[in-house]
């Protein structure tokens, strides 16, 4: 897994970790997401650092504008930062078990949230579509 794949994901852990699930299945997300923060707490940790690293500010808000030589060098050191292989093992529980816990609540996970799970989890889900 990559540090990228962590870093883009937090919005959707956070959003499976905001609804009510069986017991089970909520401890072991739960466990999961512990591991998954601080990959991320990793990453944020990296990125701040080569913000103030191209740009000479060492305490405070830190912006690169976009356009200028130091934003090309600090967008293509960050994609090697977020290129890293970790490793974070994948989640002890398989998609569809999360898809079933979910199958009755509304609005919440988008399927470009699912998409951003999908590698975190043991088995890939199959969906079978009927015609309606």
Known sequence: MLLGQVFQS??????????????????????YTKLVDAEYEIAETQRVALLREITGIKEGDVSIEQGTPEFLEYVTRLGEI???????????????????????????????????LEPFFSEVTTLEFKKV
């Open 82 to 116: 977020m290129s890293q292989e970790i490793s974070l093992e994948e989640i002890d529980i398989d998609l569809d078990s999360v898809i079933d816990a979910l199958d009755n609540k509304d609005n919440v996970l988008s399927v470009s949230d699912l998409a951003i």
């Open 10 to 31: 937090i919005g959707a852990w956070g959003k499976l970790t905001s609804v009510n699930l069986k017991p089970k299945v909520a401890y072991k997300i739960l466990k």
